[in-house]
């Protein structure tokens, strides 16, 4: 009996006129002509079709074009026999640890009392304040700092260049650790003849002359939390007091921005997204035209749900319709080969064109680690103060078997809702800490922002097909880092992904 074939998992789509479709086994992207287009909406019946009897029902003048292209589109794995589609590869352990970014928790102190922070707001991680237990280090030490940049150099050696990321509680409250750890990190970058970056999170509120000096020398990557304009700023960023940090962060973000050099690492804004406050359009004007920034990205709120800040249906509906919006004034710039500052638009085109297929959400626990004020390792910078996500110490090493135990709950092979679900090699899952604060597993899906992730994704090939039908090289330059383009030369710090 001959066997009946159907289409496999893809997402088929019109950028424009023009079909195309996403092979999420793949994660290839390929534009449809209309035999092609033809074959694959005909092979896809829950029941499949026996190949021949499609030729023969096809005219005889286009038979043969017709099975050349049946063939192709098996060979690419879009139609095969029923039952056959591929499997997941289950996940490889703990083994060929690709540390390349060390997240320092440089303080948990901040300045700011920002309503909706992880750090001091209800959906903090820290299990010691609740269980009555000691309450952690508020400052990291020098010596802390310089004995993780030494374990990164140690754990990280043969990988390429490396990056030192400093985090709070508002990081520059602890400068000093920052400059000791810098040092160390060059020293021992110029005797092993590696490289070395480093890059920061702020609330700019302590950015002083001699800290933007510091920046602009050492070329960091700077990314500022700040939500628009001083209406929408202050809404929630605030300080103890309940005084708004807008006017106080203002004239200390414009030195920052004149002080960059030409062909120096971009600035960035990060946006929180919060109820009532998903004017992207406006924020964006503000941020980018206004005050000059190089790039946004923008941030919907991590919360549990029930929060009165968290994103309601209906507003990521309207964060969608705007994001849609500033998609288009992206894809003016594209046509017109200038870089654009939607930061998240830049980095989903960037992983479409790549081909990335994850089998992590991100690099937490993999590429990257986060290091507590005392020294102790956790997934990610979000997760440090959780005793309960700790994989290791900076002295001892890393727990192997924590680790490998976390990567192997978290790989998309133990995921099985996602296993239906086309726009599964971007998103593999979604953030851990997110996942965490909702249903208290670091490993489960956020099945809460499927539709939102499907139509995000879905956007963002609708904008790769209409770059690649009109100025193809420009997704070539946006990839490859061009500096005509201004585009960060690293792989944002939580978007190291390692490949099914
Ligand atoms: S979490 Fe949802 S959107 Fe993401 S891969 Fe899984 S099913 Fe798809
Ligand atoms: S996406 Fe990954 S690195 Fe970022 S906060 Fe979530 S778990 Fe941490």
Same mark, same amino acid.
């Given at each position: 009996m001959s066997l009946?074939?159907?289409?496999?998992?893809?997402?088929?789509?019109?950028?424009g006129?023009?079909?195309?479709?996403y092979a999420t086994t793949t994660a290839s992207i390929l534009r449809l002509d209309a035999i092609t287009e033809e074959l694959l909406t005909s092979f896809d019946t829950v029941g499949g079709l026996i190949p021949e009897d499609y030729l023969e029902s096809t005219p005889e003048e286009q038979r043969d074009e017709a099975r050349g292209a049946l063939d192709e589109l098996v060979g690419l794995g879009l139609i095969l026999p029923v039952g056959t589609e591929p499997a997941l590869r289950p996940s490889t352990g703990a083994a060929n640890y690709p540390l390349q970014t060390l997240v320092l928790n440089v303080t948990n102190k901040c300045n700011l009392s920002c309503t909706y922070c992880y750090e001091?707001?209800?959906d903090r991680l820290t299990e010691a304040p609740k269980l009555g237990a000691k309450a952690r280090a508020p400052m990291m030490t020098s010596a802390v700092a310089q004995e993780s940049v030494e374990f990164l150099f140690k754990t990280a050696a043969g990988r390429g260049p490396l990056t030192v990321t400093f985090f709070g509680g508002e990081t520059l409250l602890n400068f000093e650790?920052?400059?000791?750890a810098v040092a160390k990190a060059k020293a021992l970058a110029d005797e092993k003849g590696r490289q070395v970056g480093f890059a920061l999170t702020t609330n700019a509120s302590l950015l002083s002359p001699e800290v933007v000096q510091f920046l602009i020398d050492h070329q960091f990557g700077v990314n500022i939390s700040i939500d628009g304009n001083k209406d929408q700023h202050d809404r929630h960023r605030k300080f103890k007091s309940g005084r708004g940090s807008y006017d106080e962060i203002l004239p200390r973000i414009r030195a920052l921005l004149a002080a960059r050099r030409p062909g120096g690492r971009p600035i960035g804004a990060r946006v929180t997204l919060t109820a009532g406050q998903t004017d992207v359009i406006g924020i964006y004007r503000h941020l980018v035209? #206004?005050? =000059?920034?190089? #790039?946004v990205g923008f941030a919907p709120v991590t919360s549990a749900p029930g929060r009165d800040y968290a994103l309601s249906p209906s507003n990521y509906a309207q964060v969608l319709a705007a994001f849609r919006e500033l998609s288009d004034d992206w894809l003016e710039s594209a046509f017109a080969n200038r870089?654009? =500052?939607?930061?998240n638009l830049n980095d989903l085109v960037r992983e479409l064109h790549l081909g990335v297929n994850k089998a992590h959400p991100c690099g937490a626990g993999l590429g990257l680690l986060g290091v507590s004020t005392e020294g102790d390792l956790g997934l990610c910078h979000r997760f440090v103060e959780s005793g309960k996500h700790e994989v290791g110490h900076v002295s001892s090493g890393v727990d192997e078997t924590k680790r490998g135990d976390f990567l192997a709950r978290g790989h998309i092979s133990a995921k099985i809702d996602c296993h239906s679900c086309f726009a599964r090699p971007v998103c593999s899952g979604g953030c851990y800490h997110e996942a965490y604060v909702r249903t208290h597993d670091e490993t489960a899906p956020n099945l809460h922002l499927c539709d939102w992730i499907r139509s995000w994704t879905s956007l963002g090939l609708e904008v790769y097909g209409r770059v690649h039908a009109r100025n193809p090289s420009?997704?070539?330059?946006?990839t490859g880092h061009d500096e005509r383009l201004g585009l960060p030369r690293a792989v944002p710090m939580a978007e190291a992904t390692e490949l099914v």
């Open positions: 009946r074939y159907r289409t496999t998992l893809q997402h088929r789509y019109r950028a006129e023009v079909p195309y479709v001091y707001g209800e650790v920052i400059r000791s035209s #206004e005050l =000059g920034f190089d #790039e870089k654009h =500052g939607f930061s420009y997704l070539d330059r946006l």
